[in-house]
């Protein structure tokens, strides 16, 4: 099974990535945390990119696709299930995906999208933190852990560089602009499932699984 996952920056699509990743046995495929993890490693493309980042900018396409694809043929060759979180991006993101995924026969069984209220988004992000070691996802407005429970409570939690207002809204101008048109792609090529991602994060996740296991 092979699932794409979009909605804006904060709508919680990593929160449901990792779960259903572990619920079904899926390759989490996070392009945020990728780059996160170039960055941190200082490769090239990390250098290049963490400029973008910074400033809630896409990343060109040119060093995008490539990472995305590779990652995603070496999956197809393990016979592993994936899940897309964070990719595609813009429309040429997706018509490239589209057209790598013909030439390999790889099938998207479902698209899903997260829809949430830019304030809600704003409010949910600045008080976002992650844990420096491993990515999971915490919320100071719900969680009052001082460290990840994942690393037994010893990894600090963190704000990524991102998270702070003025580049939440940047991020949701470029989703706007950019991202959100490939709603519209999608809605004419594949069946796309909308879901209220400002429902309780159980409901959200048992929505999404009853959709997946109907597959
Ligand atoms: P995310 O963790 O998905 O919110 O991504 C964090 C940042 O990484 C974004 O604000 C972009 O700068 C960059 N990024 C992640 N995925 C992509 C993508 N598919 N295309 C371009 N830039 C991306």
Do not use: W
Request: with cysteine.
């Amino acid at each position: 099974m092979n699932v794409i996952i979009m909605g804006p920056p904060g709508a919680g699509k990593g929160t449901q990535a990792e779960i259903i990743c572990e619920e079904l046995d899926l390759a989490h495929v996070s392009s945020g945390d990728l780059l996160r993890g170039e960055v941190k490693a200082k490769s090239k493309l990390g250098l290049e990119a963490e400029g973008y980042m910074k400033a809630g900018e896409l990343v060109p396409d040119r060093l995008m696709i490539n990472m995305i694809l590779n990652k995603v043929k070496g999956l197809k060759s393990e016979g592993r299930g994936f899940l897309l979180d964070g990719f595609p991006r813009n429309v040429e993101q997706a018509k490239a995906l589209d057209a790598s995924f013909q030439e390999e026969s790889i099938e998207v069984s479902s698209l899903i999208a997260l829809v949430v209220d830019s304030e809600e988004i704003v409010a949910r992000l600045t008080s976002r933190r992650v844990c420096g070691t491993c990515n999971k996802i915490f919320n100071i407005r719900e969680d009052s852990k001082p460290g990840c429970d994942k690393c037994d409570g010893e990894a600090p939690l963190v704000k990524r560089k991102d998270d702070e207002e003025d580049v939440i809204r940047q991020r949701l101008k470029v989703y706007s602009e950019s991202t959100e048109p490939i709603l519209g792609y999608y809605r004419e090529k594949h069946e796309l499932l909308e879901i209220d991602g400002s429902q309780e994060k159980d409901t959200i996740t048992a929505l999404i699984l009853k959709a997946l296991k109907s597959e």
